[in-house]
């Protein structure tokens, strides 16, 4: 079975810095591209990043561009997301997500559960 | 950025009967559209992927349809686990857009 598990959430003080794991198993982790999405309180899913299989293809949202940094070890089955300059509207569920493919150019599936990031002094 | 907009905000539907949920991209995303299931506490689930394919394990009774930039998911007969909110989102570009979603409630 697909499992995704993330960890690292909490609450923070703007301007200080987090750092998001997603745990991999019951798939080949090196072969699949993956996301962080996230879904502030009681709003909608907001794609935040994407990596291809062996980090060659990145890409980030706008509102995260030059603060977020998303990166993976093929060898520990983990997906990050390191978050710098963290903002109240950063303040969300962030969600890990599968592509369907190498490359960041599919669809998502399965999701974890969620880690709970609140920004806030 | 393509931006997803689905109609309407908020559907309700009698147990039975048909759901129309509609998605429109701001720019052709080809067949490169995906719908996503989220019931309250709970992960999004993949239903659709490629505008019309199920995702294993997902009923008949939910369809796909559309390609370019105008697409609708059907459920044909709403059953009490159905109701729940659903995205739309376009996977032909960067960044990956999600529509801000339909809530399928009671009626």
């Known amino acids: 079975e697909v499992q995704l598990v993330e960890s690292g959430g909490g609450l923070v003080q703007p301007g200080r810095s987090l750092r998001l794991s997603c745990a991999a198993s019951g798939f080949t982790f090196d072969d699949y591209a993956m996301h962080w999405v996230r879904q502030a309180p009681g709003k909608g899913l907001e794609w935040v990043s994407g990596i291809s299989w062996n980090s060659g293809s990145i890409g980030y949202a706008d509102s995260v561009k030059g603060r977020f940094t998303i990166s993976r070890d093929n060898a520990k089955n983990s997906l990050y997301l390191q978050m710098n300059s963290l903002r109240a509207e950063d303040t969300a569920l962030y969600y890990c997500?599968?592509?369907?493919?190498?490359?960041?150019?599919?669809?998502?599936?399965?999701w974890g559960q969620g880690t709970l990031v609140t920004v806030s002094s | 950025e393509i931006v997803m907009t689905q109609s309407p905000a908020t559907l309700s539907v009698s147990p039975g009967e048909r759901a129309t949920l509609s998605c429109r991209a701001s720019?052709?995303?080809?067949?490169?559209l995906a719908w996503y299931q989220q019931k309250p506490g709970q992960a999004p689930r993949l239903l659709i992927y490629?505008?019309?394919t199920r995702a294993t394990g997902i009923p008949a009774r939910f369809s796909g349809s559309g390609s370019g930039t105008e697409f609708t998911l059907t459920i044909s007969s709403l059953q009490s686990e159905d109701f729940a909110v659903y995205y739309c989102q376009q996977y032909n570009n960067w960044p990956k857009t999600f529509g801000q979603g339909t809530k399928v409630e009671i009626k």
């Open positions: 997500a599968k592509d369907m493919a190498a490359a960041p150019k599919g669809w998502f599936d399965p």
């Open positions: 720019q052709s995303v080809s067949s490169n």
């Open positions: 490629g505008a019309s």
